[in-house]
């Protein structure tokens, strides 16, 4: 086997992992709060060349090579609803909401109200305020002022957490808009940002971008593909005919 069709192979590997990051980031094109994920990849530095002590020629053709995804924290449009639960966060900010599998955050800011009267997520995530503790509001007008604060009937009843982390890397996405924190919630911080209610923040993703780098990762694999092509066909057929001489 040439040592060389395994990279190949993974660079391909690779294309079709951005390929569907990107197929994933146009699914979602339309959904509140996505932030697209961006494929950037990596050379594997440990390989049988490397072990076996070869020379640096080896040891760049038998590099695999992976990619991997980190979303951007760049803000979306905001859109007018009109509606009094729908926020946008204007700034670093994520609301804090429980889920079944523990603490998460989001930028998708339409809320709902449901039957226990606790203040939800469009997926039915409890929205966290500001004693830590789900928001529950009773029967009548709800107005969310500019820094979160929640007033049912004209009186303040509650305040949203918002929260930022000083670097984004430590989130890890979960589905279309949740967010985990690596580091727990020792990384939260206080959130200077402003709440727009009766707006919704837009995915980021760029559409005329996004189908310019597809062309370029199509054309990216076919360029892998024609390689292990001249590997598998061309070059082993040549190296049969040598040895037959």
Sequence with gaps: MNSGIYT??????????????LANNLANINTTGFKAEKAFFTV???????????????EAINRPVTVRGTFSGEEGSLISTRRNLDVAIEGNGFLVVE???GIRYTRSGSLRINTQGILTTSDAHPVLGG???????????VVIGCNGDIQLNGTTVDRLK??????????EKEGASLFLSRAGRDAELEA????????LEQSNVNPIQAVVQMIAILRN?????????????????QAIEELSR
Excluded: H
């Design 8 to 21: 190949a192979y993974s660079g391909m590997q690779a294309q079709a992992d951005a390929l569907d990051i």
């Design 44 to 58: 594997l530095q440990q390989s049988a060349a490397d072990i076996d002590g070869g020379n640096p020629l080896q």
């Design 99 to 101: 889920t079944p599998a």
């Design 131 to 141: 004693e830590n503790k789900p928001i529950v509001l009773g029967p009548g007008e």
């Design 162 to 171: 918002l929260v930022r982390f000083e670097n984004l890397s430590l989130l």
């Design 192 to 199: 200077d940002a402003r709440i727009q209610a009766g707006y």
């Design 221 to 237: 694999f076919e360029a892998v593909q024609k390689s292990m092509n001249l590997i598998t066909n061309d070059i082993n057929k």
